[in-house]
């Protein structure tokens, strides 16, 4: 039976091919965008490099300070971090390090944009940074305030050039210049809490990192024993921030939480407003869109093709074929269609994967093809032929044998 | 075999109802050939299509093989045809994407059986209707009168004790339709299948048992 309904499909493909030119060229379309869609999601969310312990941390990257009227939300100041969950017993460890800040430096008067960052000692054992040369900066070189950098394996190459070691070698950021002692391979800017081009010991910044105040360009990420104390660590965190002063007399409210990675990730900063809701939502309407469209033209094209083919509705259903076998039939059509349209979609997106990667868009981002993109895809392939096979199929298999014959 | 008992046939739009068929009472015994003549338009498309359960009476009872067919739904309709009844049409119904031998074949899609089997059979009633050289062609590429005999193959390959013809040679030049008169003649002698057809030639009719006339959807012979 099935390889009668693929002989029937495959004839009525060729039968018309501009309609089938349009429906295919919609499903390998919009399955193209939502391939690069999903693995660029994939690889800001799924890739946890160099954060590999991501079971077991929890990150503080905001702190929002309201009173009635005014409101204020930043990172937070290196103090406040190492105060308060210095008071922490679950963690082992706390990693703080600043937001990446932008600066120029310039190698033979070539000017390059380099991003730097600052960190404490621990961050280098919460992290696990891949080092291809060198290693991190210690507790002891931090206390001293050493002027020495890590730096990630494209600065090495821009700043260097293609040389086999830089480890020893000095690179001047802001006008200072630091010894590399550690090379690291790249993090992808989307991975925005952890991407820098340098990293240096906080103790160095020009900045006072002494100050009290609440607010700064610092975040932390703090690490359990297992992931089974992340309740625990979250709970410790929260009556801890309950109890911290307001800063001034303007605000009633001190809040900050430590998240897991994907909320931290989408934080608004704006206690009121769920990052988390507005990624899904903003994400669910893009995709509901982008799929409604083609699959409206395709059941407009399905109804016109079935429409063409009511002599033959009338003859399987004089012949004993009941509604449901053509509605089934009509689907198993469908679905050839959207397959087809999905194998080219996935080689279409392939090589729009590969030009993205080419044209160098996002600093550091390598969006590749894995099996959760793929079956995404076909999920979605699959959706679509259902989603565009089954009225014009219900409606063609409830049309009148006699009516249909006579069409 | 088929009884039908006042059969009413009713057409309504929003502002006129047309009957189509009026209190129509027939009997047709099993192994019989019957044919149905008439004017355009009196009914006799339209009791076929009632007989063969494609549509519904609007008034009156059918019974087939002494089982009433009124309270059937889409599936048990579906499968009732497919086991008692063939079809042929006037313009043949063939389903041009599909090769000959896949247009026969298709009654036995909605059986229970193998592939094998489906070929099998379906190349036994080619063969019978004399198109065993042509299993592979499509219909665009054969003449009126062999895809009359493809329709033909395909309303027998199920073995079907009943077959109802709707002019089956009213598309077909003299030789071609007593060819296809032929064919159903056997068909009714040799396998002992109920026939029933519609048609406008008196030649064709006079070669069956017994003719029915209608006039305005009322029997007047």
């Known amino acids: 039976m099935l390889k009668n309904y693929f002989k029937i499909a495959i004839a009525v493909l060729k039968r018309r091919k501009f309609f089938t030119f349009i429906s295919l060229f919609g499903i390998s379309f919009t399955l193209t965008i939502l391939m690069v869609l999903t693995a660029f999601i994939n690889k800001v969310v799924g890739d946890n490099y160099p954060d590999k312990k991501r079971d077991r941390s929890l990150y503080i990257n905001r702190l929002q300070e309201s009173g009635e009227e005014n409101m204020m939300s930043s990172t937070l100041s290196y103090y406040f971090l190492s105060h308060y969950t210095g008071m922490m017993k679950t963690p082992v460890k706390v990693a703080i390090s600043s937001m990446f800040k932008g600066t120029n430096t310039y190698v033979n008067n070539k000017k390059i944009a380099v991003n730097f960052k600052y960190t404490n000692a621990e961050y280098w054992d919460v992290l696990d940074y891949d080092f291809t040369e060198g290693k991190p900066f210690n507790k002891q070189q931090v206390t001293n305030a050493d002027r020495v950098a890590i730096i990630s394996e494209d600065m090495k190459r821009q700043y260097f050039g293609d040389v086999a070691t830089v480890v020893g070698k000095y690179i001047e950021a802001d006008n200072v210049d630091y010894r590399v002692i550690g090379v690291v391979k790249n993090v992808p800017v989307t991975n925005y809490m952890l991407y820098s081009d340098i990293y240096l010991p906080y103790t160095v910044s020009k900045e006072d990192y002494k100050s009290k105040g609440y607010l700064g360009a610092y975040m932390a990420i703090l690490l359990g024993n297992s992931p089974g104390d992340i309740p625990k660590m979250q709970a410790e965190y929260e009556s801890i921030i309950a109890r911290v002063p307001v800063e001034r007399k303007e605000f009633k409210h001190v809040y900050s939480h430590a998240n897991t990675f994907f909320r931290s990730y989408v934080d608004t900063g704006n206690e009121k407003q769920s990052g988390v809701f507005i990624v899904v939502t903003a994400i669910s309407i893009f995709v509901f869109i982008f799929t409604l469209l083609p699959t409206l033209n395709l059941v407009n094209i399905n109804i016109t093709r079935i429409m063409e083919r009511s002599s033959e509705i009338g003859v399987r259903k004089a012949f004993g074929a009941s509604s449901k076998t053509l509605v089934y039939q009509f689907l198993v059509e469908n679905l050839i269609l959207t397959i087809l349209g999905g194998v080219i979609g996935t080689v279409l997106s392939v090589f729009a994967l590969y030009a993205i990667n080419n044209a160098n868009l996002i600093d550091n981002l390598e969006l590749s093809i894995n099996f959760t993109v793929l079956f995404i895809g076909l999920l979605v392939c699959l959706v679509f032929g259902l989603l565009s096979g089954v009225y014009p199929a219900w409606r063609m298999s409830k049309l009148n044998v006699v009516t249909a014959l006579k069409a | ?221």
Not at chain 2, 50 to 69: V, Y
Not at chain 2, 199 to 207: C, G, Q, R, V
């Open chain 2, 1 to 221: 075999m088929i009884r039908l008992q006042n059969i009413e046939k009713v057409y309504r739009t929003d502002t006129i109802e047309t009957l189509a068929l009026n209190s129509v009472s027939l009997d047709i015994a099993k192994g019989e050939f019957l044919s149905i003549m008439g004017p355009s338009g009196c009914g006799k498309s339209t009791l076929l299509n009632i007989m063969g359960l494609l549509d519904a009476p609007s008034k009156g009872e059918i019974r087939i093989d002494d089982q009433k067919t009124g309270g059937m739904n889409d599936k048990q309709l579906a499968q009732f045809r497919n086991k008692k009844l063939g079809f042929i049409f006037q313009s043949y119904h063939l389903i041009n994407d599909l090769q000959v031998l896949d247009n026969v074949e298709l009654p036995l899609l909605y059986r229970d059986t193998t592939a094998k089997q489906r070929r099998e059979l379906a190349a036994e009633a080619l063969a019978k209707v004399g198109l065993a050289n042509r299993l592979k062609h499509f219909p665009t590429q054969l003449s009126g009168g062999q895809r009359q005999r493809v329709a033909i193959a395909r309303a027998i390959v199920g073995k079907p004790e009943i077959i109802l013809a709707d002019e089956p040679t009213g598309n077909l030049d003299s030789a071609m339709g007593n060819e296809i008169m032929e064919i159903l003649l056997n068909l009714n002698r040799n396998d002992g299948t109920t026939i029933v057809m519609v048609t406008h030639d008196e030649n064709m009719a006079h070669k069956t048992h017994r003719l029915v006339r209608l006039f305005d959807g009322a029997q007047v012979q």
